[in-house]
């Protein structure tokens, strides 16, 4: 049995008190006056932080700054990304590593990572992430989707090599707008979750489509995933439609992803497309958040801080109250690790002991703030500490 405390913690709600570790997870949050034992000094100590959507293979990280160039669909971004594979210094797994060191330098406990599986790329991406992954276990727990996202039906060989992929290490089925990519709706989704069912997996599927159509798309999710009795196994990644249809529509939809337990994931982007975060979790759907795309061929920003996407989603959603930043922050946090199946979790006794410590007097200014990490503990273990791993 291995033991580890840490003095002078403050917990949210719960004043100052210390904390015993054992076998990797928490054992107690009291008093025992030891002096052997790491001072916190009472710095604010919060929940491990969860990332529910990234793009390891697509990172620039660790390169030089370089201006965005990409276009204004989907599609224009798509091919300005593959055309500027070929000249980027670092591989793969270098940007990974990169990319995974400043995850876990913010708190970062565990994260789902998009893949790219196209017929460029093939399984090179998926091989050299999981290489990255390997590099920072017990560090970061990283679980993988397998993500068409040249598209299935469009891209010849891609429902094979995502096959392939599933048996070679990816946790879970992507899949991408299927009218606005593929033109196929039901064509696109028989792939997908005959894959997953195929392999007993998950399902994460991009889908940008907004209005009316991005809606239809919604809902065919939400049958297909009742239907194989996938209830609380699928998640659909930005959802813009939520955003853009009329209220009936919304009210409706909303309803098949509640009754099906299809989870949400937002990054609250930096456009009109802001999902109506608290009007679903208070209709039951399961919402959560990540940051998507960091410093690549889709975005110039981002940072892999889930504090400053809290902050993020509190500001779009106007979460202004302490309250309301807290659900914000849950989205990173809670919500999140529930939707990728990382647990137990949380400042609880039998919950895994991983834990930021930050110079803030509440969660609400934490998220407001976005204070230096002093202290990251991950499984008992500490993993980085004044903004950097050790």
Wanted: proline share 4%; hydrophobic share 45%; glycine share 12%.
């Amino acid at each position: 049995m291995t033991e580890t405390r840490f003095r002078n913690a403050r917990l949210p709600d719960r004043g100052t008190v210390d904390i015993t570790i054992r076998d990797g997870l928490f054992a107690a949050f009291d008093a025992h006056g030891g002096t052997d034992d790491e001072d916190l000094g009472g710095k604010l100590v919060l929940p491990g932080l969860i990332d529910g959507h990234i793009h390891l293979d697509k990172t620039f990280l660790g390169l030089p700054w370089r201006p965005h160039r990409a276009g204004p669909t989907v599609p224009h971004r798509i091919a300005a990304e593959k055309d500027g594979r070929s000249d980027l210094a670092l591989s793969v797994e270098q940007r990974a590593r990169n990319f995974l060191a400043r995850e876990a330098a913010n708190g970062t406990v565990a994260l789902r990572s998009h893949v790219d599986i196209d017929p460029e790329s093939k399984l090179d991406h998926l091989h050299q992430v999981l290489a990255a992954r390997e590099a920072f276990a017990g560090i970061v727990d990283v679980q993988l989707v397998a993500f068409p996202q040249s598209g299935v039906l469009i891209a010849p060989g891609v429902a094979e090599l995502l096959d392939a992929a599933l048996s070679e290490g990816a946790e879970l089925i992507g899949g991408i707008d299927p009218v606005g990519i593929e033109g196929d709706m039901e064509g696109h989704l028989d792939v997908i979750f005959g894959l997953a069912e195929k392999h007993g997996v998950g399902v994460d599927i991009h889908l940008h489509d907004p209005g009316h159509r991005g809606a239809l798309e919604l809902r065919a999710v939400a049958e297909r995933t009742a239907a194989l009795g996938m209830q609380g196994k699928v998640t659909v990644s930005h959802a813009f439609a939520l955003a853009t249809v009329d209220d009936r529509t919304l009210d409706l939809t909303i309803a098949d992803l509640r009754d099906a337990d299809v989870a949400i994931l937002t990054s609250a982007p930096g456009t009109g497309y802001l999902i109506p975060v608290v009007k679903l979790r208070e209709a039951g759907v399961r919402v959560f958040a990540g940051s998507d795309n960091v410093r690549d061929a889709w975005s110039p920003f981002g940072n892999g801080d889930m504090l400053e996407r809290a902050m993020l989603v509190a500001y779009r959603a106007g979460l202004r109250t302490d309250e309301g930043i807290a659900l914000a922050f849950d989205l990173c946090a809670g919500a999140a690790a529930q939707a990728i199946g990382y647990g137990p979790y949380g400042l609880e006794i039998g919950a895994r002991a991983d834990f930021v410590a930050v110079a803030a007097e509440t969660l609400a200014e934490a998220v407001v703030d976005r204070p230096m990490r002093a202290l990251v503990v991950k499984g008992g273990r500490v993993t980085a500490r004044d903004g950097a791993v050790v």
